[in-house]
């Protein structure tokens, strides 16, 4: 497999390192290393990181913006309607698809770990099959979870336990749930009640979209803390969205999230499309709808960042970005404290390497050489410029490189480079 120095690193800790990567390992990372043997990569002083971590999309519906028709209200339920007719006769190969090409996007911006929701309760099994087939297909490239999502519910659809039994037994990593979209309490109840039974028959991680609406009783979470602790599934569910607990009153919030916190849970916050979605009917003042990203994170819970839907029936926008996310999050969230940028950045990585089960994560010597390059000299500057990852490294192979955009400005006879970054002259 051969040897790859590269020199001239920046670590997140502020440190300068060369890393020699030997046979797919960090071999060695010390001040200077010299290699006669290896093919070098001088980085020039960029921020070299673990890959970004994608936890939360929903790859069967991404790219089909507009088909069959644009949500027009841009509402969650419309999106939900246009995705009914969307599936209808979809094929596989179109799946595969637009799937490949998001997950490309993805490397290309520096991710290298991504976890998809898929449609399980698709009665023809189409999305399932294509998903799966895809993360076969592009393991060179990323590794890929794929949750068996019951996006018509498990007891609102006909054949909902199983159909998403099924897309389990087919090769889901993950079991996924819809408890608030249920038609009763009592429902959203035997909908988490038959997540965890799978969970512990199939010893699957779960992953369930939590009270993704603005009801203040919709406290479907509080379920998922109890029964984590009570089957000892500690550090194994995530909870994506709970969009829900910005509107409770803090009393209950408060009791909510040391719950949350015992039982170890992952929260996915998602900020494109809940910025967009929640609270939208609210008139104004308009609630923000999202979740308590900075009490959470205070409590000491692993909190992550998704970009969930990309250019689909609930977000027409988005092209794969986990620091475009992290961007925007400090802005919606509230996140822009100078100690809460490391946060954030903690969210598109470790935290979210946490949430996937990711063993030998991270650039330290034995593990696997699995790192990106950015066109930026902090974290800080990576986030606030959505930095561009110039080499994508993967088991110690480059699979991505990007050359950055070139901008010259001309005042009368002088001209010279413009590359937005802070430089030691700006006092
Ligand atoms: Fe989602």
Known sequence: MGKLLVKNCLLRDGSKKDILIEDGIFKHISDTII?????????????????????????DAALSVGKPRYNMDGTLIEG?????????????????????DVIEWEVANGSMFLRTHVDATDITGVVVDALLEVKDEVKDIADLQVVAFPQDCIYTSPDGERLVEEAIRKGCDVVGGLPYMEFCP????????????????????????????????????????RETIVRGLE??????????????????????????????????????????????????????GHTRVDELVAAGVNVCIGSDDIMDPWYPMGKGSPLAGANLLANYAQLSGYSQVPQLFDMITVNSAKTMCIEDYGIKEGNTANMVVLDANSEFDAIRLIAEALFVIRKGQIISRTVPAVREITIGEERHKIDFKLKEDNL
């Not at 979809?90 to 799937?99: D, M, Q, Y």
């Not at 109840?189 to 919709?218: I, P, R, W």
């Not at 719950?259 to 308009?286: H, W």
Request: aromatic share 8%; glycine share 6%.
């Open 80 to 100: 939900i309607k246009i995705w009914g007719e969307r599936k209808k006769g979809l094929s596989k190969e179109i799946v595969k698809k637009n799937a490949i």
């Open 186 to 225: 009592i429902d959203g109840y035997n909908d988490l009640k038959f997540v965890f039974d799978m969970a512990e028959k199939y010893g699957c991680l779960v992953d369930v979209h939590c009270d993704e609406n603005t009801d203040d009783q919709s406290r479907y979470i509080e379920y998922m803390a």
């Open 235 to 288: 550090g194994r569910v995530t909870a994506s969205h709970a969009t829900a607990m910005h509107n409770y009153n803090n009393d209950f919030a408060g009791k909510l999230i040391g719950n949350i916190k015992r039982a170890e849970m992952n929260i996915v916050t998602n900020p494109f499309a809940n910025s967009c979605l929640q609270n939208r009917t609210d008139g104004y003042p308009r609630r923000r």
């Open 35 to 59: 290699d006669v043997d290896a093919k070098i990569v001088d980085v020039e002083g960029n921020l070299v990181t673990p890959p970004f971590c994608d936890v939360h999309l929903h790859l």
